[in-house]
């Protein structure tokens, strides 16, 4: 099993910003698309951005501008620069990482970091 293991959420003022990490674990790992997803209260979960290996990204509407990933191939991780933050932004923020471990594929969510944008 791959582990995904997020870092960088909090609470922050609306125009703020914040990073988040996410740092897959796990030997003979290689890694395809990585993602970013959030969650908000009451809602479904929602593509926030994807990376692929080759650096390809892809964005919702609603972050377009605001929101930039990225990814260290070296460290198996991913990164979401989140800039003038609203408070709408306000989520349950997941990462997700799918590829191969050897010869076994894989599909991993991270345990889920809180976003709170609010004064």
């Known amino acids: 099993q791959v582990q995904l293991v997020e870092s960088g959420g909090g609470l922050v003022q609306p125009g703020g910003s914040l990073r988040l990490s996410c740092a897959a674990s796990?030997?003979?790992?290689?890694?395809?698309?990585m993602g970013w997803y959030r969650q908000p209260p009451g809602k479904q979960r929602e593509l926030v951005a994807s990376i692929t290996s080759g650096g390809s990204t892809n964005y919702a509407d609603s972050v377009k501008g605001r929101f930039t990933i990225s990814r260290d191939n070296d460290k198996n991780t991913v990164y979401l620069q989140m800039n003038s933050l609203k408070a709408e932004d306000t989520a349950v923020y997941y990462c997700?990482?799918?590829?191969?471990?050897?010869?076994?594929?894989?599909?991993?969510w991270g345990q889920g970091t809180q976003v709170t944008v609010s004064s």
């Open positions: 997700n990482a799918d590829g191969r471990r050897g010869f076994r594929p894989f599909d991993s």
């Open positions: 796990g030997s003979n790992l290689r890694i395809n698309a």
